[in-house]
């Protein structure tokens, strides 16, 4: 394993391995520019492809619209198939009841040897959608990975294009399937075809696997929920030393606040590294909303003012840390399609240690909230009522 540190650590590895595929690339992510970076992978994807390398791309309907006919006329160029995860280029695609939960992973995988699990996606480190170029280049994370592990990944990425392919093409798979020798043998390919991993690592004796322990942790809306939630509750309850956490979006339910608040009541040091540059008004808001119950309870938060944020990595104590695309919000832990990778090894998590120091070296600490009083309570409670709305009406159910 390795960290890469934005896209100027991604972007040079990952369109070096695509460079040296010989059967297969799959890539999936939510936003695909159509700026410099964006233009060098596309030319990798279809060097690959004409070289007779099998390409498959999948892209968020949503978070590459902007971008999406400028992608599809430079893949046109080469025998790459795109797929579109839940497209919104008709109005009426709005009305669908789960439009709201979207394709937020960042995968690539290059012939199931190499893998590039993060939070980065194909854009410019110093590109922002909404506020133009930057000077500063935005704090980013992704992993390379080679192993076992690149297994889950692959099929993770399969499942997902295999998923936004058949919205297009479905009758015409249904019509091969009836007319089929054996429609239930093909019926069952399919399903396998459009089915993520699961859990393997679970049931996997450690001592068997080499020496970085690695997962690689799903988040959907059928069988793995909170399955992401879930591995950091876990390891922040564990934690007896350190917890550093880095996130954009930053609005955790009930049992992650108390995981986080009993971690620093016993005496662990608690840190958590959130947005100073802001670039969504109301994920500030819901993130400020909860300064004053954290830093209460002994919690210490930082804001990154150097540039925009969009790092979601964690280390606990010195062994365990984990990277990847869910931001610790709602739309990421009961809504979007994430992906993360936990790693157990003291080499690793020590390399997100002088990652987040260093961070945190040009941030700006809170010391106190700004939260208090009536200005503070209308605050929490307009937060609180539209992330109630914003649930119910994407479909989420449960105590968040």
Request: glycine residues 6%; proline residues 4%.
């Amino acid at each position: 394993m390795e960290l890469l540190r934005g896209g100027d650590a991604l972007f040079p590895a990952q369109i070096a391995a695509i460079d040296q595929a010989r059967h297969e690339v799959w890539l999936a992510t939510y936003i695909f520019h159509d700026d410099e970076a964006a233009l060098a992978t596309a030319q990798a994807l279809c060097r690959a492809a004409l070289r007779g390398v099998r390409v498959r791309v999948v892209v968020d309907g949503f978070g590459s619209k902007s971008s999406l006919a400028w992608l599809r006329q430079q893949l046109a160029q080469a025998p790459v198939a795109l797929a579109v995860f839940r497209p919104i280029d008709r109005w009426w695609n709005w009305l669908h009841p789960g439009q709201l939960r979207r394709l937020h992973q960042k995968l690539c995988v290059v012939d199931g040897d190499v893998a590039f699990v993060g939070g980065i996606n194909i854009i410019e480190d110093r590109v922002d959608l909404h506020h133009g170029r930057t000077e500063t280049p935005r704090l980013d994370f992704a992993a390379s990975l080679r192993g076992p592990v690149v297994r889950p990944v692959e099929q993770a990425v399969r499942a997902v294009w295999t998923r936004a392919w058949l919205g297009h093409d479905f009758g015409d798979e249904l019509r091969a399937m009836v007319r089929s020798a054996a429609p239930m043998r093909r019926a069952r390919r399919l399903m396998r075809r459009v089915r993520m991993p699961r859990a393997s690592h679970r049931v996997t004796d450690p001592r068997q696997l080499p020496p970085v322990r690695v997962a690689f942790v799903l988040r959907d809306n059928l069988r793995q929920r909170r399955t992401i939630e879930r591995a950091y509750v876990n390891a922040i309850r564990g934690a007896t030393a350190r917890v550093d956490l880095i996130t954009p979006y930053f609005y955790p339910g009930h049992r992650f606040r108390r995981a986080l608040k009993d971690a620093a009541k016993r005496g662990v040091q608690v840190r958590l590294l959130l947005q100073g540059k802001v670039d969504y008004r109301i994920a500030a808001l819901a993130a400020h909303a909860l300064y004053d119950e954290l830093l209460g309870h002994g919690v210490q938060i930082f804001e990154y003012t150097p540039a925009f944020l969009h790092a979601k990595v964690c280390v606990v104590d010195n062994d365990w840390a984990t990277v990847g695309s869910s931001n610790i919000d709602p739309l990421s832990l009961l809504l979007n399609l994430e992906a993360n990778v936990v790693v157990q090894d003291a080499g690793f998590a020590g390399d997100v240690v002088r990652a987040f120091d260093a961070a945190v070296a040009q941030s700006r600490r809170v010391e106190q909230p700004d939260g208090k009083g009536l200005r503070g309570m209308l605050r929490r409670a307009l937060v609180a009522w539209v992330a109630y709305v914003y649930l119910r009406v994407a479909g989420a159910t449960g105590r968040y």
